[in-house]
Antibody, heavy 117, light 110 residues
Framework: QVQLQESGPGLVKPSETLSLTCSVS????????WSWIRQPPGKGLEWIGY???????NYNPSLKSRVSISVDTSKNQFSLKLTSMIAADTAVYYC???????????WGQGTLVTVSS | QSALTQPASVSGSPGQSITISCTGT?????????VSWYQQHPGKAPKLMIYEDSKRPSGVSNRFSGSKSGNTASLTVSGLQAEDEADYYC??????????FGGGTKLTVL
């Protein structure tokens, strides 16, 4: 059973860049789509973007100017960078696997990121 | 892109059936047979319950079923059990390789 684990800072200052990594174990990162999704406290889910194992990416239009997702197949990891963080970016950030672009069949446990000075 | 529209809450008694709707537009749910549904218990990660409108992943109870008509997808939970109490989110492929979630529905088992 594949497992995903997010890692990164729990606290980010306004205007700084958030960097998160998702480590994939129990399966290969190849042949799948790998997404980031976030959920502000008490609110709904928002898809951030995905990367295919080959490196092609696609992002939520509302975040596209600030988001970058990369993959390191040698480490079975993929990463998220979100620039110019503001308080509204405070959320639990999840990584997830998609057998296709269209759905997400395995999720990490999530990591809370708070934006505050 | 606007979020898919879901009712804020639904409720039912044990043993009953409930249906959660998810309304999109002709640009997302209405065009593609690619709606998925996720169950989320408090403090937990979402879990895939239905994909591609009506397919059920291995291990998901057959009490959960999905359907779609026009721009509206639906998740039906039959034989309600206490453990079904959770938040449910629909998600649709929205073209241009993007995904769009609904606002979420809180299911209460009375």
């Amino acid at each position: 059973q594949v497992q995903l684990q997010e890692s990164g800072p729990g606290l980010v200052k306004p205007s700084e860049t958030l960097s998160l990594t998702c480590s994939v174990s129990g399966g290969s990162i190849s042949s799948y789509y790998w997404s980031w999704i976030r959920q502000p406290p008490g609110k709904g889910l928002e898809w951030i973007g995905y990367i295919f194992y080959s490196g092609s990416t696609n992002y939520n239009p509302s975040l596209k100017s600030r988001v970058s997702i990369s993959v390191d197949t040698s480490k079975n990891q993929f990463s998220l960078k979100l620039t110019s963080m503001i308080a509204a970016d405070t959320a639990v950030y999840y990584c997830a696997r998609g057998p296709t672009r269209n759905y997400l069949d395995n999720w990490g446990q999530g990591t809370l990121v708070t934006v505050s000075s | 892109q606007s979020a898919l529209t879901q009712p804020a809450s639904v409720s039912g008694s044990p043993g009953q059936s409930i249906t959660i709707s998810c309304t999109g537009t002709s640009s997302d749910a209405g065009t593609y047979n690619l709606v998925s549904w996720y169950q989320q218990h408090p403090g937990k990660a979402p879990k895939l319950m239905i994909y591609e409108d009506s397919k059920r992943p291995s291990g998901v109870s057959n009490r959960f079923s999905g359907s779609k008509s026009g721009n509206t997808a639906s998740l039906t939970v039959s034989g309600l059990q206490a453990e079904d109490e959770a938040d449910y989110y629909c998600c649709s492929y929205a073209g241009s390789s993007t995904l769009l979630f609904g606002g979420g529905t809180k299911l209460t088992v009375l």
